[in-house]
């Protein structure tokens, strides 16, 4: 379609009712401004991006049981991809098998939010074990009565609720891994989120291979989900493992969670430049951290990597066993049957750490079925030198890892380092 220059193009504007004295008003007017309210919203929410704002956790509850299985899910705000600003004001109990729809509540619930473009179909029935993907989605109902004139109203259709209310609801996707997958349970929480991730995806590489092939091509098990099961008005919060006769092993957020990220502009490097790699970085990271805490509740001592993890990120902490008692891994064992230089760990000035950090997110995770890249390890100066101070309560020592592919920290320096934490330079 061509228009001119100071041409007002009106096709695709927000219609909403036009007021003005002595004007008639129907029902339909005012249903109308709410609807242009509702998009003028969803424009904004769209343009900041899609994903969890803040709270919203998922955790197992302490009532779950293999028959009623409950997580909780904090106080947050979420935003889809359609636009819907999701929030919770308090924290609820989730039971993630079907019961009757808003039992208690004083709301006639119906299924989708007010965009009328939303559809969300019903949760997939837990039976028997299984790996799934808990979503929120937008909902809608209606409470109280209001009174009616009897000019065209029909008490017996509903529309004389006094209150339209918008609320969300909570549905659980299969993600249907295959037996061989489910079997192995040393791995299953590492190889779920790298899934998801799409961290051994082709289409997640594609960009490096022909920068100038198809534009944002999907990847990774969540976008295997869209449309047909995750709709654009889903935000996924948590993948739940459950077992048959055992109930929830475990809730992993990051595996599923996402801070939110812009659409890609422009769509060609996407795959490049967009927030969403950014994104995947940050989860990377904290799902590696989640569940290196839940590790380290058993014997940290004797976990070695490669017998949890199918992929560790470009960087993570580890935690190391303290000379006060303090619980840790031993980087000996943790890193037994992967590649590092001989001379690690090397000293690192903490001043460095938040660098590297960030300019990990802009690296793929160290793919450890492979057993590629090797991994730099570090010690941070001033970590270690609180160590050795008496007068002070000391802190959980801990070991920096970095992926190979990300520049050496441990270059021979006489700069702020004291001499007894520095490096010597790896031989050429």
């Not at 309210?37 to 803040?54: F, K, P, T």
């Not at 939303?118 to 837990?126: I, M, T």
């Not at 008490?155 to 997958?181: H, I, M, N, W």
Request: charged share 20%; hydrophobic share 40%.
């Amino acid at each position: 379609m061509r228009i001119d220059l100071d041409t007002a193009y009106l096709e695709d504007g927000i219609r909403s009712t036009n007021f003005f004295n002595g004007r008639l008003l129907s029902a339909e007017d005012l249903s109308q401004e709410q609807t242009a309210h509702e998009a003028a919203l969803g424009r904004h929410v769209r343009a900041m991006g899609e994903g969890v704002a803040h709270g919203l956790a998922v955790s197992i509850s302490p009532g779950s049981t293999v028959s009623s299985p409950l997580v909780t899910v904090t106080a947050g705000l979420a935003l889809s991809r359609a636009g819907h600003a999701l929030e919770l004001l308090q924290p609820v109990e989730v039971s993630l098998v079907r019961g009757p729809s808003n039992s208690g509540s004083g709301a006639t619930a119906t299924a989708t939010g007010g965009f009328e473009t939303c559809s969300p179909g019903s949760s997939d029935y837990v039976s028997g074990t299984g790996v799934y993907l808990l979503v929120l989605s937008p909902a809608s109902g209606r409470e109280g009565r209001a009174p009616v004139s009897g000019l065209g109203g029909n008490p017996s259709s509903g529309c004389e609720a006094k209150r339209r209310v918008e609320g969300v609801r909570f549905r659980l996707l299969d993600l249907k891994l295959t037996a061989a997958q489910l079997s192995d349970e040393a791995h299953l929480r590492s190889r779920v989120a790298n899934l998801c991730l799409g961290t051994s995806d082709a289409a997640s590489r594609a960009w490096m291979v022909n920068p100038f092939g198809p534009a944002n091509p999907p990847y990774g098990l969540i976008d295997k989900l869209r449309p047909a099961a995750l709709t654009s008005c889903d935000v996924p919060l948590a993948v739940v493992h459950w077992k048959a006769g055992v109930g929830l092993r475990w809730v992993d957020a990051w595996a599923a969670r996402r801070r939110p990220a812009r659409v890609a502009t422009p769509e060609r490097w996407g795959l490049g430049l967009d927030d969403r790699r950014a994104t995947e970085g940050e989860a990377s990271f904290l799902q590696f951290q989640e569940h290196l805490d839940t590790l380290r509740t058993g014997t940290p001592e004797t976990v070695r990597a490669l017998d949890h993890f199918v992929a560790l990120p470009a960087v993570g902490l580890l935690p190391l066993e303290g000379m006060t008692g303090a619980r840790g891994f031993t980087y000996t064992k943790f890193f037994d049957g992967l590649t590092y230089p001989p001379e690690a760990p090397v000293h690192v000035e903490g001043s460095r750490l938040q660098a590297l950090l960030r300019m990990s997110l802009a690296y793929p995770p160290v793919d450890l079925v492979r057993k590629e890249p090797f991994l730099w390890l570090y010690l941070v100066h001033e970590n270690q030198l609180a160590q050795s101070d008496a007068s002070a309560p000391r802190p959980q020592p801990y070991l920096v890892f970095a992926s190979g592919y990300l520049p050496y920290l441990g270059d021979a320096r006489s700069d702020a380092a004291h001499w007894h934490f520095g490096n010597y330079a790896l031989p050429r």
